[in-house]
Structures are given as structure tokens and as C-alpha cells.
């Protein structure tokens, strides 16, 4: 083996270790704030599966100040309310199952990396599309904003609106085409982590 064939060998190796490796949820999407489309499918199974408590935990905590913290956190708790308030229904309505996961983009725009990094210490700023098929048999695609924060996990901002900087140029990018492969086990059901 040439000296070339070993470094890039060892190279690759290497960066495959330091790749976040992205666990899986029994639909056999990402999950958790490993990957960017880990927290944004966490984001849509919150949802799914009317579950409050992991719409908290998938979501940025209040950050910043002044007027855009207090409607961020208004918004935080109303959602909260409003899932908790679904869990108590039967199912029928909203979001029903996964059905894409489009690979994390970063925004054309340079502009909300920069101001997340220069005002909250923020490490990137990417989007996550989500589709998902809703009760009525309809498919819903869902553009899900997710800041790397500085302990490098991933976290779904759900209201991108309230801090404009940190999302702009979000809703005029093109949908995304490159889909995350759903993974199975060798039995042809999804792998579960």
C-alpha cells in the first residue's frame, strides 16, 4: 500500500470518528442534538406524539434580551400549553408520521451565522426540511430552523419569526432535495438506538 493509500485510509478514518454519528428513532430517522436533522425530526415526533416534554427539550432555551426573549418565551410556554392540552384528545388531526428528512443546509444568507456566533455565542446556524404526513392523508413540509449551541448541540428554534437576524433569508431559500436515507435493520424494520 502506497504511502498516499495510508493517509487518505487514515485521514478518512479519522474523519469519520469525529463525525457526529446520528442515533436512531424507531421510524429510523435521527434523532436527538447530535445532527441537525436529529433535533428537527424530534421537533415533528413532538408534535406526532403530543409530547410536551420533548418539545422542551429539543427546543433553544429563552436566549438574549429585551422584547424578542419575552415573546420567545411566551411562545415556548404557549406551545407548551397547547400540546399538552392535544395530549388530552384522541389523535385525528396534525401531524401523523414522518415521512422525508432533507439533509441540514446552511443559509445562503452569511448573515445569521455571524450574528448567532457574535450575539449569543451561538457555533452555526442551519435548516432542516421536515415532511410529514398528516391525519388526513395530506403531506405538510416543515422548515425547521436549528442553532448548534455552544456546548455543540443542536436545537430547534421553532418560532424563527421573533428573531429575525438569526433566521433571515430562511423562507425564501429553494426546498431541498437531498433527502436523509431512512436506515433498516437486516429484518427490514427500522433500526431503533
Not at 428513532?25 to 413532538?46: M, V
Not at 401523523?96 to 446552511?106: G, N, P, T
Not at 445562503?108 to 392523508?137: E, Q, R, T
Request: aromatic share 8%; charged share 20%; with cysteine.
Amino acid at each position: 500500500m502506497s504511502v498516499l493509500c495510508r493517509l487518505a485510509f487514515i485521514l478518512a478514518a479519522a474523519a469519520a470518528a469525529i463525525a457526529p454519528l446520528a442515533s436512531l428513532a424507531d421510524d429510523g430517522y435521527p434523532i436527538g442534538t447530535a445532527t441537525p436533522e436529529g433535533a428537527a425530526c424530534d421537533l415533528a415526533r413532538a408534535f406526532i406524539r403530543r409530547d410536551a416534554a420533548l418539545f422542551e427539550q429539543t427546543t433553544l432555551p429563552p436566549f438574549g434580551g429585551g422584547e424578542s426573549r419575552t415573546q420567545y418565551e411566551s411562545f415556548l410556554a404557549d406551545t407548551k400549553s397547547a400540546i399538552l392540552e392535544e395530549s388530552k384528545r384522541t389523535a385525528g388531526r396534525g401531524p401523523r408520521e414522518i415521512s422525508k428528512v432533507f439533509v441540514a443546509r446552511s443559509l445562503s444568507n452569511s448573515g445569521p451565522a455571524s450574528y448567532a456566533y457574535a450575539a449569543f455565542n451561538f457555533a452555526d446556524v442551519k435548516f432542516v426540511d421536515v415532511a410529514v404526513i398528516l391525519y388526513g392523508g395530506r403531506i405538510a413540509t416543515n422548515r425547521t430552523l436549528v442553532v448548534m449551541d455552544n456546548a455543540g448541540r443542536w436545537r430547534v428554534h421553532p418560532a424563527p419569526d421573533i428573531h429575525p437576524l438569526l433566521s433571515a433569508g430562511l423562507n425564501q431559500e429553494s426546498p431541498s432535495t437531498e433527502e436523509v436515507a431512512r436506515k433498516q435493520t437486516l429484518s427490514g424494520e427500522p433500526q431503533q438506538k
